[in-house]
């Protein structure tokens, strides 16, 4: 029944004499191009173990409702199994033919267990099994990105309980503005990424919807017991229209525009390493472990890690425009533009994973240098604010004393001296309100541990919020040189 025209046709009988399984209403067969470039079996058979949980959760709902027999339920649940095990094992072998993994695996349930494999498709079509599939991957998936967010949010916890009293300058247009501490600094990382735990669990509860059911656009005629299925597989709740049910991909969307926030935030964050790094700043280093060196430039130890990390964002902002540009004109229901949304959400959550397997140990290993963010925060006159504050103690209106310190400062720049050095008698030439007390009152050290309402950088507050953003425990985590192998 083979017809071939050279190698243009591939025609609809596949290499074991089988027929394709949508072959019924076809005289000729399709041409090999068509065959190829229509296929989607390399990116989403790594939906194989969630393509299997729901064919037995649907075949067991078939057969208690009396839909197929309680025989073919339980070969169809077997023969799945091996499959599975199979593929765990390396020993399948995917037919590109097959199309997609859901026709790969019914095919070979059908090789291997014959008539049952064939009644397994009842009441279902692959529209409603690859939504949902992908809701099963995606929830797991979730699962692990959340588990990494959260380690990272604990090492910067730690970290900022070591660096609670560490000045350094803290910055607006990259101009030395007011000193904080490095914790309070890290501890801003973490307020983000626990609000990218958030967007994920929030996005996670959208998707917690089953769509099985729904069929190819218009349910089904069998008496299916929907609520059975999405309760074997773990939902809280099932879809409430089918042509919603198989062409809706907002939690695709939602959770590739989440991933794209936390890779703008590691991104960030990046940046600021690259920059510390520099000798302009030498604020930290990075551990050799998780450094490059140059090809010429002998003296070069370069944050790779951290300028990838800042590159790949684009590529996870590229796949939230992907997704919306798919679904942006799509009619309903299922329209096969809707298969390029695996390889765009896959490739988000894959690059979000990697990014963080290699920032966080990157981020727990880094030595900070608080001598040199010491040196850059008393250089600036960073305690300006603070200098006009004390004039304001001593019943100064605020403007007033902003303008004096203006002046101090002027006076400095002139002089080339600091707020720190500059004599009393200068001081008070400027305004006689000043004493002695000045100097301890623009001490970078009383700077940040004044600043003591909620949010601010003294030393306590930071301490406080790391143990309440992680539930830090500083006995928690292993010794670090024996998490990260060391090559
Ligand atoms: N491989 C397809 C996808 O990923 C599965 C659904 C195909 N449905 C269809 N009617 N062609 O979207």
Redesign the pocket.
């Given at each position: 029944m083979a017809h071939c025209f050279g190698r243009l046709f591939w025609y609809l009988e596949k290499g074991d004499g089988s027929m394709a399984l949508w072959g019924g209403r076809f005289e000729a067969g399709v041409a090999e191009v068509t065959q190829e470039f229509g296929a989607?079996l390399p990116v989403?058979k790594h939906l194989y173990k969630q393509d299997i949980a729901g064919s037995k959760a649907h075949a067991k709902m078939l057969a208690a409702q009396g839909i197929i027999s309680a025989e073919d339920e339980q070969a169809i649940a077997k023969g799945l199994t091996g499959i599975e095990q199979d593929i765990d094992a390396g020993n399948f072998t995917f037919d590109i033919n097959d199309?997609?993994?859901?026709m790969s695996i019914e095919s070979e349930l059908t090789r291997r267990i014959g008539e049952a494999g064939k009644r397994l498709h009842t009441a279902r079509?692959?529209?409603d099994?690859?939504a949902l599939d992908l809701r099963l991957y995606l929830r797991d998936a979730c699962d692990a990105l959340s588990a990494q967010v959260k380690e990272l949010v604990l090492v910067l916890c730690q970290k900022a309980q070591e660096h609670a009293g560490t000045v350094m300058p803290g910055y607006t247009h990259l101009q030395r503005a007011q000193p904080i501490t490095f914790g309070h600094h890290l501890m801003a990382y973490a307020e983000m990424f626990q609000r990218d735990l958030g967007r994920i669990a929030d996005a996670k509860t959208r998707m917690d919807v089953c769509p099985l059911g729904s069929g190819?656009l218009a349910g089904t005629t069998y008496p299916i017991d929907r609520a059975q299925s999405a309760s074997l597989l773990g939902f809280s709740a099932v879809s409430q229209n089918s042509l919603d049910g198989v062409s809706d991909r907002d939690y695709c969307i939602e959770l590739a525009s989440a991933l794209a926030i936390l890779m703008m935030h590691l991104s960030r964050f990046s940046e600021e390493i690259v920059m510390w790094c520099s000798w302009e700043f030498k604020f930290i280093e990075l551990d050799d472990a998780f450094s490059t060196g140059s090809s010429i430039m002998p003296q070069k130890k370069n944050p790779d890690i951290a300028e990838l990390v800042r590159g790949k964002a684009g590529r996870v902002f590229g796949d939230v425009m992907t997704l919306l540009a798919v679904m942006k004109s799509l009619p309903l229901a299922?329209n096969?533009d809707?298969?390029e949304?695996?390889d765009a959400i896959f490739d988000a959550f894959d690059t979000v994973k990697l990014c963080l397997t290699a920032f966080i140990p990157m981020v727990d290993t880094m030595t900070v240098l608080p001598q040199n963010m010491r040196k850059a925060a008393a250089g600036g006159f960073i305690n300006a604010t603070d200098c006009a504050d004390f004039l304001v103690g001593k019943g100064l209106p605020f403007r007033d004393a902003y303008k004096a310190t203006g002046e101090l400062v002027a006076r400095c720049i002139r002089e080339g001296l600091t707020l720190e050095t500059l004599p009393l008698e200068a001081y008070r030439e400027v305004c006689e309100l000043f004493d002695e007390g000045v100097y301890e009152a623009i001490s970078l050290e009383k700077c940040v541990s004044d600043r003591t309402p909620l949010g601010g950088p003294a030393p306590e507050k930071c301490t406080r919020a790391g143990r309440a953003r992680a539930g830090f425990d500083a006995e928690r985590r292993i010794k670090k040189e024996t998490i990260y192998d060391k090559k």
């Open positions: 989607s989403d199309e997609d993994i859901h079509s692959r529209n099994q690859v190819a299922y096969k809707m298969q949304d695996k």
